[in-house]
């Protein structure tokens, strides 16, 4: 009986490790939006890959700008997390168009890959009567590390351009407004992998020697996850692994608790 409490007691200690694995990937997920004090987000876009506007988790960047033009904004995504960037656009008076518009999303990493969407509209066609057009587009988990030969979503700076596609040429140049706003949750230990990058992929970093530690360091101009980069290090994967290791011990005792008998000899009849 003495046996089967421990057994029992060790059974709920391991649940309840278990069960605080949700609540400590919960606790991991940054705060959706800039509080006021924070910096304001950006009203104005890049015209390029280089001058893109940096821009935050949960900021609505706006910009105004003219049908046709590029425009441009970077965020940071660190592994294990997911982005969904949400956009949209507003035209101008269905009685300047002269017809249908088609809009673009699209998103590069560091390297300028451009990267796919597993859901969302990242074209969406406007009849000349819209008023706006909407555009989402949901990536794949941020890897910690990848083949060099894949396409794999790697820990860095994430390129957002929005433009116009196709329009009558008599459209071109017309005013419009637009907005867009990237959102960076983790996803969780279940999409963790093992292995990290040496350097998150953010162009214009450079590494360079920390001197009081000795070990190497990377500054750069772009902005960075809140809390550094993570790049692997930790997720709530550690926490399923190890209850899964407590639970697989726990097992294996409780069933030699069950079959090794009461430990006692066996009763031998009298006149034997």
């Known amino acids: ?86 956009a949209k656009v507003a035209l101008p008076e ?22 796919a969407c597993t859901y969302g509209s990242s ?3 406007a009849p000349k009567e819209a008023t706006s057009v909407s555009l989402a587009c949901h990536l794949r988990t941020v890897r910690s590390w990848a083949e060099q030969s894949s396409n794999d979503p790697l820990p860095g700076s994430y390129f ?23 959102a960076v949750v983790d996803a969780g230990g279940s999409k963790a992998v093992d292995g990290a ?6 162009p214009g970093a450079t590494t360079v020697q ?18 550094g980069w993570a790049s692997g290090t930790w997720s709530s994967r550690w926490l399923w692994t190890a209850g899964g290791a407590v639970l697989a011990a726990l097992a294996g005792v409780a069933g030699y608790a069950m079959t090794r008998g009461s430990g006692r000899p066996a009763r031998v009849p009298q006149g034997y």
């Open 210 to 227: 920390d001197d009081a530690k000795g070990e190497p360091r990377q500054i750069s101009v772009q902005a960075s996850p809140e809390g």
């Open 160 to 182: 957002v351009r929005l433009t116009v596609t196709s329009l009558a040429d008599d459209d071109l140049g017309l005013p419009v407004k637009a907005e867009v706003q990237p």
């Open 1 to 86: 009986m003495r046996t089967t409490r421990v057994v029992s007691g060790a059974l709920l200690a391991a649940l309840a490790v278990l069960g605080a694995a949700p609540a400590a990937g919960a606790d991991e997920t940054p705060s959706p939006s800039p509080s006021a004090g924070e910096s304001a987000a950006p009203t104005e876009a890049g015209t390029s890959f280089r001058t893109a506007t940096a821009v935050k988790s949960g900021q609505l960047a706006t910009a105004g700008a003219s049908t046709g033009d590029y425009l441009y904004w970077v965020f940071p995504a660190d592994a294990g997390q997911d982005a969904t960037v949400r």
């Open 197 to 202: 990058l040496t350097a998150p992929l953010v």
């Open 123 to 125: 074209t969406a066609t």
């Open 94 to 115: 269905s009685a300047q168009r002269h017809g249908a518009q088609t809009w673009q999303l699209d998103v590069y990493d560091g390297l300028r890959r451009k990267q």
